[in-house]
């Protein structure tokens, strides 16, 4: 079988490249050549890593798995691929004095005509909790007085996010058109690039040079849970599928949770210093005092109290108060009550 020829996507399309090199490299005309040896090999070709290698290799055995159940391979070697670990780097979202210092820096940017057009961006960006490519392709139609339309719920249900004046001030001091911050005519990814390497260049004047757009939306979120709101509507507003992913990026600033913890800890404390006598349950006034020859045991020492025990005993009761006509049939009644006791 040879190579198939199939329109797939822009992440599909340079895996495919990558897959087709390495096989006219190591002499692999078909498809069926590859094995798992061959599969492994060409994984540990790759020099991607974190969430851009756990991506491709998602990709990779999807293309495999369309693959096998095309029929065109009898087996799926990439299903024994186990998927990469992954370090992702923790939630660092802008302080209050980065997000004053990015927008004093749009003062002084260098391209005057459009630095109008990237303060809007910065503000929209910050209050709004858009991804890049979101807020990039925003349509002026979305938003509605001051409030921002982000999307409809699966209830049919809209959610919006409403907009502080001035940000909404800044958006209408852009010329009028049918996109704020694109032109509509080239495509989405191309705008989205232009406008990073903008902000790159715009972050490094605010000296904030490690700094990038997803830190705004970080920035958002965090300012939402550190003012108490609950991370389930912080999740509706940032358009989560489920509050698992919110909790796997922002749990650690959910305040009533840390308040929460801080309160458990607190609660187990009984003085400032550890207790240097006797517990009072023992030595406090009215305890009771037991004796030793006395046949009252502390705490609840009277046999077992299940209920098959019980109901043993209550027979065995039942069979030594029945009257016996001969000492021979009294001992064997004793002998079984004891037996059954």
Known sequence: MLWPSVCVCSCYRLLFRRLQDFAVLHGLPCLADFDIDWVRRFRASWK????????KFEAF????????????????????????????PPT?????????SILNACDIYPDKANSVRLRALVFLLRYSGL????AVT???NRIQDDKLFLYTAKTGTAVYCPLPPFVVKALDAIPASTYFFWTGLSKPKSAVGDWQRSLKRLLILA??????AHRFRDTFSVELLLAGVPIERVSILLGHQSVRITEKHYAPWVRARQEQLEADVRRTWQTHEPQQGVHGGYAGKG??????????????????RTPVRKALRHEAYMLSSIPFGSPATLRMSKKRSRLVR
Do not use: C
């Not at 991607?48 to 991506?55: L, V």
């Not at 369309?66 to 992954?86: D, M, Q, R, Y």
């Not at 009771?288 to 609840?300: A, D, E, F, Q, Y």
């Open 207 to 212: 000296g904030v040079p490690d700094g990038h």
């Open 61 to 88: 055995r999807a293309f495999f798995r369309f693959v096998h159940e095309s029929g065109w391979i009898p087996t799926n070697p990439a299903i024994h691929l186990k998927p990469p670990k992954i370090t992702e």
């Open 48 to 55: 991607n890593k974190n969430i851009s290698a756990r991506k």
């Open 131 to 134: 991804r890049i490519r979101d």
């Open 287 to 304: 305890a009771p005092v037991i004796h030793l020859k006395s046949r009252i045991k502390n705490g609840g020492g009277g046999g077992s």
């Open 92 to 100: 660092a979202p802008f302080t209050r004095e980065e997000v004053a």
């Open 138 to 140: 925003l349509s002026r």
